[in-house]
């Protein structure tokens, strides 16, 4: 399993980005896939993922309405669309697979097994 994150860059607040996650080595239909972030100083935390078994798409509240997460798999890639950006989402950015991504209650459930390098994202202010 091999994950290749890539679109990041530097854009002011307001600005759009779209992140890359490819996959190679297995099929998107066989793992959720997700992304995280970790900014300086800061814990890595999980901004979303895609649900392998029903391509449902869970956000973390801070990006919602914001970040849209598709999945292409005649390509085998996924997307981050991450528009309106504000200086806070500046981090780090990893894309990740797992066996699963679903809510049984209030909280998502999404374990990487699997994890890409980061994409450094930087949003001026």
């Known amino acids: 399993v091999q994950l290749q994150a890539s679109g990041g860059g530097l854009v002011q607040a307001g600005g759009s980005l779209r992140l890359s996650c490819a996959a190679s080595r297995f099929t998107l239909d066989y793992y959720a896939i997700g992304w995280f972030r970790q900014a300086p100083g800061k814990e890595r935390e999980w901004v979303s993922c895609?649900?392998?078994?029903?391509?449902?798409?869970y956000y973390t509240d801070s990006v919602k309405g914001r970040f849209t997460f598709t999945r292409v798999n005649a390509k085998n890639t996924l997307y981050l669309q991450m528009n309106n950006l504000k200086p806070e989402d500046t981090a780090v950015y990893y894309c990740a697979a797992a066996p699963s991504c679903f809510r049984p209650s209030s909280d998502v459930i999404f374990e990487p097994a699997y994890w890409g390098q980061g994409t450094q994202v930087t949003v001026s202010s």
């Open positions: 895609i649900s392998n078994t029903d391509g449902v798409t």
